[in-house]
Nanobody, 123 residues
Framework: QVQLVESGGGLVQAGGSLSLSCTAS????????MGWFRQAPGKEREFVAV????????YYADSVKGRFTISRDNAKSAVYLRMNSLKPEDTAVYYC????????????????WGQGTQVTVSS
């Protein structure tokens, strides 16, 4: 089992920035690719960003490319999401997820999930 806990969400004005963190406990963090997904009210959970175990492979959703940055620190068992130039359409609950078998952009392929943290961007 891997337990994931997100933090750093909140309310921010459009154009502002937020940084999310996700810390892991349980199994060896460095055995898992890590991703961020989000879910807005009435919508399906969607991919945001993913990073491989070594950090050498990173993918972003087109909607966040150039504005969001994913990173990880295996020594701290943590993954981060730096969000700049936030837009109202970025409003959602943000979840981190872990996958044993490498990077994925598909939510159903993730093995473990955090409880989520709310990000609200006001216009």
């Amino acid at each position: 089992q891997v337990q994931l806990v997100e933090s750093g969400g909140g309310l921010v004005q459009a154009g502002g920035s937020l940084s999310l963190s996700c810390t892991a406990s349980g199994r060896t963090f460095s055995n898992y690719a890590m991703g961020w997904f989000r879910q807005a009210p009435g919508k399906e959970r969607e991919f945001v960003a993913v990073i491989s175990i070594s950090g050498s492979t990173i993918y972003y959703a087109d909607s966040v490319k150039g504005r969001f940055t994913i990173s990880r620190d295996n020594a701290k068992s943590a993954v981060y999401l730096r969000m700049n130039s936030l837009k109202p359409e970025d409003t959602a609950v943000y979840y981190c997820a872990a996958r044993r078998l490498g990077v994925t952009v598909l939510a159903h392929q993730c093995d473990y999930w955090g409880q989520g943290t709310q990000v609200t961007v006001s216009s």
